[in-house]
């Protein structure tokens, strides 16, 4: 059994912008047109990741727990301008699909707590990076220079190497997040540890042999700059920050890093 979890966002946005560019009548492309690019790129992810149930689309809901956490950078501190059918796709995936949205959280944080709460059934669908930290089964499309990546199976720990040109890391995992930790996320204004980029944050977690092991090394690197009071807060703000959430309270509040759930 394989049930996609589909990044929405993404696709309204990319559907949203890709008719815009290629829309050669005047003014705004039609919204059928849009509609069919949307649903033509939904039924190409389900046939390539095989998938058996049909698929859930996740959305990203009002505020964002993580505002609160930022203290050092504002998190998402950037601009963002919108395609014109942004809300007529936002309501047409409420229409026709079954999804998910909820407020103070990210479409990310809602596919990792589907995808962790049912092992082995889902696959994660997104070409955002950042959710492969996240273990089970990932796709992610191609898109322009962008190569498209798996259906590949994720373990808890997984890798990370360091890309050809030398300016960013690529991973999966546990590890991938701990380099998140040192480089920081400068998508999301997430700063990471001053000073530290993708060839100096591969070469401190280079020979990891467990999740302890690197987590340990990246706290050693916060220790060197902040100072043995100050590097655990400084490490915890970023790890929250980048972390997908994983369970909920029963409250409904998010459990953060370092925060240790309880049944």
């Avoid at 389900?46 to 993580?66: E, H, M, Q, W, Y």
């Avoid at 501190?77 to 949205?101: T, V």
């Avoid at 280079?206 to 916060?222: F, I, N, P, Q, T």
Wanted: aromatic residues 12%; contains cysteine.
């Amino acid at each position: 059994m394989r049930q996609p979890l589909i990044d929405s966002d993404v696709l309204i946005y990319e559907c949203g912008f890709g008719c815009e560019a290629h829309w050669e009548g005047e003014g705004y492309p039609p919204f059928d047109y849009v509609m069919d690019m949307l649903d033509n790129k939904i039924a190409n992810i389900c046939a390539v990741v095989d998938a058996t149930l049909s698929p859930i689309l996740f959305l990203t809901g009002k505020g964002n727990f993580r505002y609160d956490i930022a203290k050092k950078t504002p998190y998402k501190e950037r601009p963002s301008n919108k395609p014109f059918h942004y809300a007529n796709l936002k309501a047409y995936i409420k229409a026709k699909y079954e999804y998910r949205e909820s407020v103070g959280m990210e479409a990310d944080d809602l596919m990792a707590i589907e995808q962790t709460s049912r092992p082995g059934e889902t696959i994660i669908c997104t070409r955002d990076k950042d959710l492969r930290a996240v273990p089970g089964w990932h796709y992610g499309w191609e898109v322009g220079n962008q190569p498209s990546f798996g259906p590949e199976l994720v373990s808890e720990f997984g890798s990370i190497r360091i890309s050809n040109d030398r300016k960013s890391i690529k991973g999966v995992g546990f590890m991938f997040f701990c380099s998140q930790l040192l480089t920081g996320d400068k998508v999301d204004t997430i700063p990471g540890l001053d000073g530290t980029g993708p060839v100096k944050a591969f070469k401190i977690l280079e020979g990891s042999v467990d999740a302890k092991d690197a987590l340990k090394r990246v706290y050693g690197a916060y220790r060197a700059l902040y100072g043995p009071f100050n590097a655990y807060r400084e490490m915890l703000e970023q790890g929250r920050l980048l972390w997908m959430t994983r369970k909920l309270k029963p409250d409904g509040t998010p459990y953060l890093w370092g925060q240790k759930e309880r049944d």
